[in-house]
């Protein structure tokens, strides 16, 4: 159980075009789930927390225009990269937060790898 | 300010030796601290969280609130204990919201 899926695994897109990133939590539902973003080589970074049915926060520095959030249901986030740039380029990695027993447990996605040429 | 730091980018070891995966954080409050592992394209994965006090595959981990660190340790590293590990923290609260270290990637030689 508790398992969070995201689609696509990889894109290539041209630069000033949107790409939209799902995060779906499969077996269990998601009030809150998580958007972060992995350079190369480097950590985690939160991008925003989106709870379902309301705005999402997002972190110091994100520009919420550039990346659009949705949580439209409890069992699925989008991220949506709007005019993208070859800065953009990244790994893309979403989790969501569920109860394992009594505890809080974020579970995370395999990542997309997001490439604009 | 929440911070996370592990010190280390690379840790080699030969298969038998001792492990020890550094980290330390800054948070104000309570904080829970955690262990993930990522293999090789895999997803990350939770591999024991400080609350638990378990020992997951051999590793184990104090919270040593005085030192403000987390360190992973097991006694006989494993070929396949070969894996990127990050350290992370979430609030008191937990809401699943995590920060993370720079992580440290761990090869095991044989």
């Known amino acids: 159980g508790a398992v969070v899926s995201q689609h696509p695994s990889w894109v290539i897109c041209k630069s000033g075009t949107s790409v939209k990133i799902e995060c779906r939590s499969l077996?269990?539902?998601?009030?809150?789930m998580f958007w972060y973003r992995q350079f190369p080589k480097q950590s985690l970074m939160l991008m925003a927390t989106?709870?379902?049915?309301?705005?999402?926060?997002?972190e110091q520095g994100v520009e919420k225009d550039k990346f659009l959030i949705n949580h439209a249901s409890l069992t699925l986030s989008t991220l949506t990269v709007t005019s993208a740039h070859p800065e953009d380029s990244s790994f893309y990695i979403c989790?969501?937060?569920?109860?394992?027993?009594?505890?809080?447990?974020?579970?995370f996605g395999q990542g997309t790898r997001l490439t604009v040429v | 300010a929440q911070r996370v730091t592990q010190p280390e980018k690379l840790l080699s070891v030969f298969k038998g030796a001792p492990v020890e995966l550094k980290c330390n954080y800054s948070?104000?409050?309570?904080?829970?601290l955690f262990w993930y592992v990522q293999y090789s394209r895999q997803r990350l994965q939770l591999l024991l969280r400080?609350?638990s006090r378990e020992s997951i595959k051999g590793f184990t981990a104090d919270l040593n609130k005085g030192e403000t660190s987390f360190h992973l340790k097991k006694p006989f590293a494993q070929e396949e204990d070969s894996a990127m590990y990050y350290c992370?923290?979430?609030?008191?609260?937990?809401?699943?919201?995590?920060?993370f270290g720079q992580g440290t990637t761990l090869q095991v030689k044989p």
């Open positions: 989790s969501a937060s569920g109860a394992r027993g009594f505890r809080t447990e974020a579970f």
């Open positions: 077996d269990f539902q998601a009030t809150t």
């Open positions: 989106s709870n379902e049915g309301s705005k999402a926060t997002y």
């Open positions: 948070y104000s409050g309570s904080p829970e």
């Open positions: 400080h609350i």
């Open positions: 992370a923290l979430s609030g008191s609260s937990n809401t699943g919201k995590l920060i």
